[in-house]
């Protein structure tokens, strides 16, 4: 079984900046995409940003220029960098990988963190 933990969710002020981590454990021979996704009330759950373990990415038009993916493949953790951070930027943010346990490559999603952007 793979698990991945979140962290770094929280309240922050509209223009301020944030970041998330999500690190991956448990039955992984390797890891191919990694990403974060998210979902605001009343909405459906869309791609924020992704990252291959060659390092290429891509981003959602919305997040373009304010957030940058990232990923260590040693500890098996992707991150999110958020600046400029929107109202509409409030969501739960959940992270994603596609990994390969030896047998098959599989998605998994981690539980979700609550990112609120208010003042």
């Known amino acids: 079984q793979v698990q991945l933990v979140e962290s770094g969710g929280g309240l922050v002020q509209p223009g301020g900046s944030q970041r998330l981590s999500c690190a991956a454990s448990?039955?992984?021979?390797?890891?191919?995409?990694m990403g974060w996704y998210r979902q605001a009330p009343g909405k459906q759950r869309e791609l924020v940003a992704r990252i291959t373990s060659g390092g290429s990415t891509n981003y959602a038009d919305s997040v373009k220029g304010r957030f940058t993916i990232s990923r260590d493949n040693a500890k098996n953790t992707v991150y999110l960098q958020m600046n400029s951070l929107q109202p509409a930027d409030t969501a739960v943010y959940y992270c994603?990988?596609?990994?390969?346990?030896?047998?098959?490559?599989?998605?998994?999603w981690g539980q979700g963190t609550q990112v609120t952007v208010s003042s």
């Open positions: 448990g039955s992984i021979f390797s890891i191919n995409s």
């Open positions: 994603n990988a596609l990994v390969n346990n030896g047998s098959a490559y599989r998605v998994y």
